[in-house]
């Protein structure tokens, strides 16, 4: 079936890296765009980066731009993102989310992973 | 940047009820861009309405979504037990591209 399963989170210092992976299968993982989404504990959602299906586009919210990057390795149906830097208010579930694309982008995100927990604390 | 402002912050009813969720923008948004979730505590998100009405894969008929510009609803005919839970709208802004979340509406059991 269609799932998106993360991997990677823990416990970091600030101003420490971390890479979170998100392994996907039972679609045709190289034809969408996908999404980091997260949600600090008690708060609601945050989107984070987006990836074009080919990998040509990327783009970042305001608070992670220059300290993440979002890539993807479409031969291991595998979707990425590296957290540098990180600060206290990174901390949060990170979701991984596929893109809704029905005859045209619906900017809506249809399936996502359980999520991987990150905590940035000395 | 858009803001979404949701409301109100949490809705308490009983089962059978009818749940009136609403979503403003704090500029226009296109209808096509407009999605729901459903989160409940434990869990990941869960794709209810596209497009500001269109039902995603597996949702039943009793959530509707409707709404233009800056005003968007999203209504639950006769509220079932496991429908109380955390309701976030969304939107997607071309220029530049971002995606934006509302702060959420909890329903809960009265």
């Known amino acids: 079936q269609v799932q998106l399963v993360e991997s990677g989170g823990g416990v970091v210092q600030p101003g420490g890296s971390l890479r979170l992976s998100c392994a996907a299968s039972?679609?045709?993982?190289?034809?969408?765009?996908m999404h980091w989404v997260r949600q600090a504990p008690g708060k609601g959602l945050e989107w984070v980066a987006f990836i074009r299906y080919d990998g040509s586009n990327k783009y970042y919210a305001d608070s992670v731009k220059g300290r993440f990057t979002i890539s993807r390795d479409n031969s291991k149906n595998t979707l990425y993102l590296q957290m540098n830097s990180l600060r206290a208010e990174d901390t949060a579930v990170y979701y991984c989310a596929k893109y809704l694309v029905v005859l045209y982008p619906t900017g809506a995100f249809d399936i996502w992973g359980q999520g991987t927990m990150v905590t940035v604390s000395s | 940047e858009i803001v979404l402002t949701q409301s109100p912050g949490t809705l308490s009813l009983s089962p059978g009820e009818r749940a009136t969720l609403s979503c403003r923008a704090s500029q226009s948004v296109s209808s096509s861009y407009l999605a729901w979730y459903q989160q409940k505590p434990g869990q990941a998100p869960r794709l209810l309405i596209y497009g500001a009405s269109s039902r995603a894969t597996g949702i039943p008929d009793r959530f509707s979504g409707s709404g233009s510009g800056t005003d968007f609803t999203l209504t639950i005919s006769r509220l079932e037990p496991e429908d109380f839970a955390v309701y976030y709208c969304?939107?997607?802004?071309?220029?530049?591209?971002?995606?934006?979340f509302g702060q959420g509406t909890k329903v809960e059991i009265k």
């Open positions: 969304q939107q997607y802004g071309s220029s530049p591209p971002s995606w934006t």
């Open positions: 039972g679609f045709t993982f190289s034809s969408y765009g």
